[in-house]
């Protein structure tokens, strides 16, 4: 129904955003990092999702077409809703919350206020592909940057022999590189195995 709205800033707090419009004062709910960006008396575009929930309409914003396109996929996961949408946004940039959707890092979307161990589950299995389809800028998974690496490679091919599925243990391994770039096999091996 409405695609953004452009206008001046009047108000910013926490997740909250008033934006005059045509002499309209819309409130709109919107993840900290767009809040933040914002400053009263500035001319700004939010792209927006108009949400209802028991007859109860809510307009919720963001800078970017990409930021809300994602924000429509977790909304329909089952037991998602604005509150959690807005939870993960402020917690994670889209990048960041793609990798950990194409990654399967259920520990770090159970940091997210409102995210149970189930929730973080079903986001994992119902966004994967549809991740995958978005343009989202570094959200590519970690394990194809990292496998090249020979001492990637090997550890990867340990931990499959170990009981890992390949999935995961490039998942894990990539992390590992992340903390240690120059880390050889045996070290790529005990930092994920520390790990579970």
Known sequence: MYDHFLGEVVETSGTRVVLRCGGVGYELKVPVGTATALR???QAT???????????????????PAERDLARR???????????????????DPASFGRTILDGDVAALKRVKGVGGK???RLCLELRDKIAQLDLPGAAPTPAQDAATPAAS????????????????????AKALDADPDAGTEVLIRAVLRTG
């Open 154 to 173: 090997d550890a990867i091919a340990a931990l499959v022999t170990l009981g890992y599925v390949e999935k995961d243990a490039s998942a894990r391994v």
């Open 74 to 92: 977790i909304l329909a996961v089952s037991g998602v809703g604005p509150a959690i949408a807005l939870g993960i946004l402020s917690t994670y």
């Open 46 to 64: 939010l792209h927006t999702i108009l949400h209802v929930v028991d007859g109860s309409p809510s307009l919720i914003g963001f800078g970017s």
């Open 40 to 42: 009263p008396g500035q």
């Open 119 to 121: 929730t973080a589950e």
